[in-house]
Nanobody, 120 residues
């Protein structure tokens, strides 16, 4: 069994910063890609950023220059530092991880989500 637990969401004024964390625990052999997605009310879930086990980064255009994704492989944790937040960043943020289990297969797991609200 694997769990992804997110933390760090909250209410912040426009221009402020938040740091999200997502820790994976359970019967994990290794983790390949770790992602952050977000879903705003009435909209589809969208990719914000992802990072591979080797450290290759990818950002949505909306996140470039403002958000930074990083990970601590020893702690099975991914972070999302969000700066210069805008009201349009308001959403539930989810982490996702491709996890290699002891049966030799990769499985995709999701966290429960953490609310980020940016006031104008």
């Amino acid at each position: 069994q694997v769990q992804l637990v997110e933390s760090g969401g909250g209410l912040v004024q426009a221009g402020g910063s938040l740091r999200l964390s997502c820790a994976a625990s359970g019967s994990i052999l290794s983790i390949n890609r770790m992602d952050w997605y977000r879903q705003a009310p009435g909209k589809q879930r969208e990719l914000v950023a992802d990072i591979t086990s080797g450290g290759r980064l990818n950002y949505a255009d909306s996140a470039k220059g403002r958000f930074t994704i990083s990970r601590d492989n020893a702690k099975n944790t991914v972070y999302l530092q969000m700066n210069s937040l805008k009201p349009e960043d308001t959403a539930v943020y989810y982490c996702n991880a491709d996890i290699l289990m002891y049966d030799g297969n990769y499985y995709s797991y999701w966290g429960q989500g953490t609310q980020v609200t940016v006031s104008s």
